[in-house]
């Protein structure tokens, strides 16, 4: 299970549009990233903010201090938009952005809420769709002992297709949009047991939804999720945990889905240097079906980062995992991927990448359904190229140029995707 808290963003994905300046506005903060329950930005600069300020006279400086607003736009060319060998549909796709991010730093207090949509129109198809997600934290950081924090985050996302991503184990094709609602609440508590060793336990409840098209209801979950972890410092560059995670899934559309998950895990993180970091992570996991099957696993992750030299960054990532499946005749799968990327600073201004990735899923006969056709059981490849430009023209105006490759070897389809993005923050 520990696969679904340790994901991160590939190059070639949209970035969030407030970036670094909302960024900055949560590490006015004393509490440490890592240790963060309230928002998962990283921070790419420190801007200080004043402290315990009230709101006064002047309530439009109180709120600008504390407020990021940006807007952008997007155009995207896609050669298969629904992922066929045959009757490819390319697709150009127009996209007005905006976001808003609110951070309230009063002493050892930190609450805010960030707003994001992307109205997009696609043009070949003549239909307009709405993204959406909003988020809300507050985290407490007295600085003694514990911290603690707790955060709310909804998204609504609209697609022609589901299931290209490596833990997703089947694409679906929708002749209508399939929108997609997620609902999150979660809550996390730090607490120092003396210099070097530390618990943290942490709950979360997930709903997931699918709206239309009705026939894709199946993929329909509640998820119950606790997890009880321990870190232990064995050098200021070296810290060592290990915790127990107990998972409940609930499928309204078909209870022989239901089930429940119990894992334990251990891991480290290691600054090898100044320029190197690695992160590894091995679980055990035993989940229980409804159905009466039962399935006992390993699974594992390993992250490396390297900085070659001032201008270059390598990153590695490969996962290992069963995971399961709310999308099939199947109960669960396996899925296996590797990711790499190189990072190069052109200029101060100018920033490029280049990545790639294989995914593999495969199942066996014990996971299928009664009933279920055999042919469900064979694996599929997915490999991906992408490359990336971004420039900050002036302060606060960026474009940024992406491109991605992908191509599947079981659905045997290839894929041409090619976005332009402008942004502006304010």
Known sequence: MAQNHVKTFAAGTRRSLVGACAAALLWAHP?????????????????????????????????????????????????????????????????????????????????????????????????????????AFLDVDPGGRYKYGFRYDFYLNNSFTFGRESDVDVIQR????????????????????????????????????????????????????????????????????????????????????????????????????????????????????????????????????YLLNPRTTLKFKYTDSNLPSYDSNLLEFRSSSFDGEAAYDLTPLIRTSFGGSYDRTKSTADSLLPGAPSTLTTASDRYGLRAAVEWDIIEKLHVSIYYRYSRATTADYTENNVTIQIEKEL
């Open 174 to 305: 929708f002749a209508q949009l399939r929108t997609d609602v997620r609902h999150s609440v979660s809550g996390s508590y730090r607490y120092a047991l003396n210099d070097t060793n530390a618990l943290v336990p942490s709950v979360s409840y997930k709903v997931y939804e699918v709206i239309r098209p009705s026939s894709a209801n199946a993929t329909d979950r509640n998820t119950l999720t606790a997890k009880l972890d321990m870190d232990h410092d064995l050098s200021p560059a070296l810290v060592f945990f290990g915790g127990y995670e107990f998972e409940d899934a609930v499928i309204p559309s078909d209870s022989r889905k239901d089930s429940q998950a119990h894992g334990i895990h251990v891991g480290l993180r290691h600054e090898l240097s100044q320029i190197s970091s690695l992160k590894s992570e091995l679980s055990f996991v035993r989940r229980e079906f409804n159905i009466g099957k039962t399935f006992s696993t390993p699974d594992f992750l390993l992250e490396w980062k």
């Open 31 to 135: 509490a440490q990233a890592e240790e963060r329950v309230g928002t998962p930005i990283m921070p790419e600069h420190i801007e200080e903010l004043p402290r315990n300020a009230e709101p006064s006279a002047s309530l439009f400086s109180y709120l600008k201090d504390r407020t990021r607003l940006a807007y952008g736009f997007e155009e995207n060319y896609r050669d298969n938009l629904l992922a066929q060998d045959n009757n490819r549909q390319e697709e150009f796709m127009s996209t007005l952005e905006g976001e808003i991010f609110f951070s309230d730093p009063r002493g050892t207090l930190l609450y805010g809420t960030d707003y994001e949509f992307n109205a997009r129109r696609y043009h070949h198809k003549n239909v307009e769709a709405l993204d959406q997600d909003a988020h």
